[in-house]
């Protein structure tokens, strides 16, 4: 018997030592599988929080670059207002400056050199027609005596500054202090250092 006690202890340990090795490596297939699984939802956490970061930061940039547009956009809107503020301002000054011109004595030469200036352009022209405010058809005299060519004087209302046009012809020339104001406003917006980029 006792015999059968050493054997069914043996018997008892061999079973138990096989049952503890069981349960050690199922212990560890089941750490490596919650460690496998743990490390995988982190994997996945952390994609997804990355995703969600990216969005969010797509989301702020793409606001930020709308409003920084639209405050762009209306600081260059003002600065335009701005520029055709001091444009006007300083045509407005030029125009009343050339008013003050007209009523100078200077200003009977000056319709005199014009018309000689678009002389130089016609040599064989052997009249014209010359348009002038109806208050400047007073220099009518002065302007024909320094040229000496038969000219015609007439009113022409849409002269408004000063100056002169001459119709030699089929062709009009016109040297009025209204279109070389006009023609100043080009250079202005290019030489004043006004322009908006």
Known sequence: MLQDDQKYSKFVAAITREANETREA???QTQAYKDE???KARRTAQEAYNAQIKRQAALIHEDFGRTLSQKELEIRKKLFLKRDEIKTSVFDQARQQLVAFTETADYPSFLTRCMQSILTEFPDA???VVFLRSCDLQYSDTISHAVQLSCTFTADDTI????LKVKIGDIIADDTL?????SQSQWFEEHSG????
Do not use: V
Request: aromatic fraction near 0%.
């Open 194 to 197: 006004l322009i908006i980029k």
């Open 126 to 128: 052997q009249s014209a």
């Open 26 to 28: 199922l212990e560890k």
């Open 178 to 182: 209204d279109t070389r104001l006009t």
């Open 160 to 163: 408004q500054l000063g100056g």
């Open 37 to 39: 699984k743990l490390k």
